[in-house]
């Protein structure tokens, strides 16, 4: 066997460096990351660097994969159309080069789109950095210097308009958190959970350090792969995409969402109403042809005896071909079943049918009366059934643990300082919907109530959690379906000391209320969001308490509301039963313990017994608590997991333990300074 020579197998031949790569494509190093970015190529890290460790490597295959790419020419031609503006304006001929620059080479990159994600699916599951670089960029001023066109800015700021606006038509908003870099959401589409942040309403200063062509460069095919994704779910939806909005796109955004939102609410609505008209045209189809069997009982005889005659042959021949003396014989009598189906009696004679439904009425009321008779216990049924309902509502004990927004009286409205809090009832939960239902519960949540944003607030992040869990929302400014003179207000959400101006039934909080009751999934209390106070700590939803980690009190607090809203809402959905019916009762542990113990030690005394009358020697027992010896076992248990372990394992083992008790220990401390 010939000795293979160095350089010619292995890592050798299935890596190249940039540099060969940009030879062998003959593009410049900014056109190569260019076209690297589009397509999806990175750098790859061989196990041995064989021309060494400083440089950049790239797999062959994916350098051949680039040499097929379509756009490679219409780079080349964009580099040959640039060459001819500078040399236009080398020679100061200005209206040739403007001429030239204005025959620009064209392209798309929709083919790279479908390459890069086949399905809808695909591009959902990768779809957080492109809605970030969009926000990101929709905030961005349009710079001349750092190559920031405005077009791209402009697009940017409408494709993150539609977004928002699919997400609150289609109530797909599961978390909202709010940090010093901006705001966080993630949403949930076609089983997938997709996360991006929004930089909050500031001054954006562009920092000289950062390279904006690469930035813009992945900005471009973002914003195509997002087209693709909004076309599809719009689609889905029967809306046409781009959505064809008469409103300009204002500064804070909200009336693009609204009347977005309602485009496609009312699309839907549309295909609700067709769906229900087709069912009804169906019905009445088979109406028709009832009573055309009717007005023509000869056509329907004659029809019926062919069928018949059909079934009695296929009959025949199965019984000449198994000689089976089982077969059924078919009847020919089929007016008893015409006459015994209700519908086609009350078509034919309805008085006779309204006559035997009162004789059923008759029959039930007799049966009550019977009933009444033979149980003096049974409770008297009272006509007011209103009073009932009120009466039961308010003296239910399991409603004791969910709290309401309760009305204030005159006197107590003079105490507070922070102005009126009065309301309507509002449930804790908002609206009662099904448990295992996760749609219905966050579209739900803010039915029913109205919100009026101040002008201090951030308006456009707090419409999107608003109106993507079931609220209505106006503000002060063009375009809001309601001034703030409204009486159907119910909460005021102000960022600022106390309330210029007293409003009557209306709660006054902070905009932290909104996320943290989004978050929850219930309505949390008010009182602790009043202007003018600390409130509590914002609690990060994307952050899953572990074992041993410090849980804040806040947190424990949030857990007893959702556990009160959810045994709120398993009592609306009817699923609430007793705990003798659920079979959740566990047997206490110290009892069986004991209860083992025990017939341990009586088998022991027993054993005793036995050998006793074969030996005439007495023998001592051990008490089954002293022998079981629990702490002694699970030391030598320890000891042979140490012996069983290699020193490699025993590290990592001694290495996670200690980072366990340095975790409890912190714990412990963060509890202590709580407290």
């Known amino acids: 066997m010939l000795k293979k020579k160095k350089g010619k197998a292995g890592n050798a031949v299935q890596y190249v460096t940039r540099n060969q790569a940009i030879k062998k494509l003959q593009l410049k190093i900014s056109e190569f990351r260019r076209l690297c970015i589009l397509k999806g190529i990175h750098p790859r890290e061989p196990k041995k660097k064989v021309q060494g460790a400083h440089k950049t490597y790239y797999h062959v295959k994916d350098i051949a994969f680039l040499l097929h790419e379509p756009l490679l020419d219409k780079i080349r031609e964009i580099a040959a159309h640039e060459k001819k503006i ?75 308009l539609e977004w ?40 954006q200063v562009l920092p000289a350090d950062v390279d904006f062509k690469v930035m813009l460069t992945f900005l471009e095919f973002y914003q195509s792969t997002l087209q693709f994704v909004m076309f599809s779910l719009y689609n889905e939806m029967g809306i046409q995409y781009p959505p064809n909005v008469d409103d300009a796109v204002d500064s804070a955004g909200i009336l693009y969402i609204g009347n977005t939102s309602k485009m496609i609410e009312e699309v839907k609505s549309d295909r609700d109403t067709q769906a229900k008209v087709k069912e009804m045209s169906e019905k009445i189809t088979r109406l028709e042809d009832d009573v055309r069997e009717l007005d023509n009982p000869s056509v329907v005889a004659e029809e019926e005896s062919d069928d018949e005659e059909e079934q009695e042959d296929d009959v025949v021949i199965l019984a000449d071909d198994d000689d089976d003396d089982d077969v059924p014989e078919i009847d020919d009598d089929d007016s008893d079943s015409d006459a015994s189906d209700p519908d086609v009696r009350e078509l034919d004679n309805p008085s006779v049918v309204a006559e035997e ?21 049974l409770p008297e049924i009272d006509d007011d059934d209103d009073d009932d309902d009120s009466d039961s509502d308010a003296s239910d004990p399991d409603d004791e643990d969910i709290p309401v927004h309760k009305a204030v009286s005159d006197d107590e409205e003079n105490d507070n300082e922070n102005g009126p809090v009065p309301a309507p009832d509002v449930a804790l939960v908002g609206g009662a919907v099904d448990v295992a239902d996760e749609d219905g519960i966050c579209s739900t949540l803010f039915k029913g109530l109205k919100f009026f944003l101040g002008r201090e607030v951030p308006r456009e992040q707090l419409s999107l ?45 902070q905009p932290q209320w909104v996320f943290d009751s989004a978050n929850a999934r219930v309505l949390v209390n008010t009182t602790k969001y009043s202007p003018g106070i600390v409130p509590p700590p914002h609690l990060s939803p994307f952050i899953q308490a572990e074992e041993d980690d410090h849980i804040p009190e806040y947190a424990k607090e949030i857990q007893e509301l959702k556990d009160a809203a959810q045994r709120f809402r398993l009592k609306a959905a009817g699923e609430a039963v ?60 320890e000891a042979m997991k140490d012996i069983m372990m290699t020193r490699k394992v025993k590290k990592a083992y001694q290495r996670a333990m200690k980072e366990k008790a340095a975790k409890r220990a912190k714990t412990a401390r963060l509890a202590k300074k709580a407290a």
């Not at 970030?132 to 494709?159: E, Y």
């Open 465 to 509: 959690v608003i109106q993507s869990f079931g609220g209505v929302v106006g503000w002060d400014g063009e375009g809001s379906p309601y001034d703030e003179m409204d009486k159907r207000i119910t909460h005021h959400i102000i960022d600022r000391p106390k309330p210029l101006i007293k409003h009557e039934n209306r709660i006054f909080v």
């Open 86 to 160: 500078k040399r236009a304006l080398a020679k100061k001929n200005r209206p040739l080069a403007a001429k030239i620059s204005s025959r620009r080479p064209e392209y798309r990159l929709d083919h790279l789109v479908k390459e890069r994600y086949p399905s809808l699916v695909d591009a959902l599951r990768d779809l957080d950095d492109p809605l970030a670089m969009v926000h990101l960029f929709a905030v961005l001023p349009a710079d001349q210097t750092k190559g920031i066109p405005p077009d791209r800015v402009q697009l940017a700021r409408r494709l993150a």
């Open 164 to 203: 928002q606006a699919y997400i609150v038509a289609s109530h797909s908003l599961r978390k909202s958190f709010v940090s010093v870099k901006g705001f966080y959401y993630q949403a949930e589409i076609k089983g997938q959970e997709i996360t991006w942040m929004v930089p909050h309403q500031v001054s």
């Open 578 to 637: 007793d705990e003798e019916f659920r079979g959740t009762a566990q047997p206490d542990a110290k009892a069986e313990e004991a209860t083992l113990a025990d017939l341990e030690q009586q088998r022991e005394e027993e054993l005793a017994k036995e050998i006793k009358e074969a030996t005439g020697k007495d023998v001592k027992t051990v008490s089954g608590k002293k022998r079981r010896q629990p702490v002694e076992e699970k030391d030598d248990e």
């Open 357 to 377: 439904e009162s004789d059923d009425e008759e029959e039930q009321e007799d049966d009550v009366v019977i009933l009444a008779d033979d149980d003096d216990d």
